[in-house]
């Protein structure tokens, strides 16, 4: 029987893991927001934990702290300095998203959902399902894009149906749906462009669901904050 090298194996493996993170560390972060309280301090409360992080990510990419365990945990190749890009976009978004939108918006929620299970599971399913290449673009896949659509999608509406549940907005979920799916769509046609090596896609996915989200989801009312 043909044995895997340890070394792939391993490389493997600490991709899954990382784009494992990469998908549930964002929601868990969300399904923290209902445990803070009404005050108006509370968004900046909550971002405490996310702000430690970017500091930790700081302190450890430009080499002031020594952490091997988690440059191999989070970095591609392994360097130092690539938590200074990616990774710490990530926890960035986190903190914008948390000051910006709360719990008064769910086009935070469909950003970072779009950003965490979109993206996210895009790279999973792309690596080994994807058979067949975009035109426009040969390092992505149909079966990634069309993941990444569907993940996006299906995280968005589980968490607004949730914090509207919750009684944080006023919203129907028949009517939103067109909506969501319309920025899913139109943040997953971003994440299939070229632009990866100039535009991280932890920057430009939240982002164009955000001015998405602006122009189709601003009529949701808050109903407590």
């Not at 868990?28 to 971002?47: G, H």
């Not at 903190?95 to 008064?104: E, L």
């Not at 790279?123 to 659509?149: E, Q």
Request: overall charge positive; aromatic content about 8%; proline content about 6%.
């Amino acid at each position: 029987m043909q044995t895997v090298p340890v070394a792939v194996k391993g490389y493997l493996e600490q991709k899954l893991s990382r784009k494992l993170v990469h998908m549930t560390a964002g929601p868990l972060f969300l399904l923290t927001w209902p445990l803070f309280s009404a005050e108006p301090y509370a968004r900046y409360l909550a971002t405490v934990v996310p702000g430690l992080n970017a500091i930790r990510l700081v302190l450890i990419g430009t080499g002031v702290v020594e952490s091997e365990g988690t440059v191999k945990s989070v970095s591609r190749e392994g360097d130092r300095a690539e938590l200074l890009r990616g990774p710490l976009y990530y926890v960035l978004v986190l903190i914008g998203v948390t000051i910006f939108y709360w719990r008064a918006s769910p086009v935070g929620l469909v950003a970072l959902s779009l950003m965490c299970g979109g993206d996210g599971l895009a790279d999973i399913v792309g690596r080994r399902l994807g058979k067949t290449k975009l035109p426009y673009n040969p390092s992505k896949t149909y079966a990634g894009s069309i993941a990444m659509f569907l993940g996006g999608l299906a995280m968005s509406m589980g968490l607004i149906a949730l914090f509207c549940s919750l009684g944080y907005f006023r919203c129907s979920m028949g009517e939103v749906f067109p909506s969501v799916a319309a920025i899913s769509l139109v943040a997953t046609l971003i994440e299939s462009l070229p632009i990866n090596q100039s535009v991280d896609d932890n920057l430009s996915v939240p982002g164009s669901a955000a001015l998405m989200g602006y122009l189709l989801l601003g009529a949701v009312a808050p109903a407590v904050l």
